[in-house]
């Protein structure tokens, strides 16, 4: 209940705060599932037997994952009104708060792009890999690295997010 999310007054106030409040829930559960998608690729790194859980553990986020984005395409479209607003997107190229907020957008795009890669070609692959009979160590070191790279773009994130919650919003310039 605190920062830009909680600083909205008059009607659209309560929209504002719910739309914030989505935003983070939904940025946690994917930090959170690639945290545990992470710890999955290094016990099946190590042990190839626990490959199967790793490839049902993916397959079955895939539906939620893709939720999670829309909520935080919804949320963040929300938030953009009530920071940046219709008038004020000429000024995304000429302020701070402006230029990191583009540089968050495009972490989340690099983000996006990692996790269809994973769930379209890398989730397929090692599921392709699990009916062979090599172990499917390719298939999981291939995972685990794009994991890394998207666990990589979600902290830089977070830390363009704190910067960004330190900064008067373009709408209040």
Known sequence: WMGHGAA?????????????IAHLAAAAVWVGALV???G???VSRRDARQAPTF????AGFSGIGS?????????????????????GVAALVRTPYGLLL?????????????AAANRFRLTPALR????????PSTAVKALRRSLVLELSAAMALVAVVAWLGRLAPISAQ
Do not use: Q
């Open 67 to 87: 939720g999670v984005v829309a909520v935080l395409v919804a949320s963040g479209l929300i938030n953009s009104w009530f920071l940046v607003g219709p008038m």
């Open 40 to 42: 999955l690729a290094g």
């Open 128 to 135: 392709e890999a699990l009916v062979e009979p090599a172990p």
């Open 36 to 38: 545990f998608f992470l």
């Open 55 to 58: 490839h049902a553990a993916l």
């Open 102 to 114: 583009l540089l968050k957008l495009v972490l989340f795009g690099a983000m996006v792009v990692l």
């Open 8 to 20: 909205t007054e008059g009607p659209g106030g309560g929209l504002h705060l719910a739309a914030d």
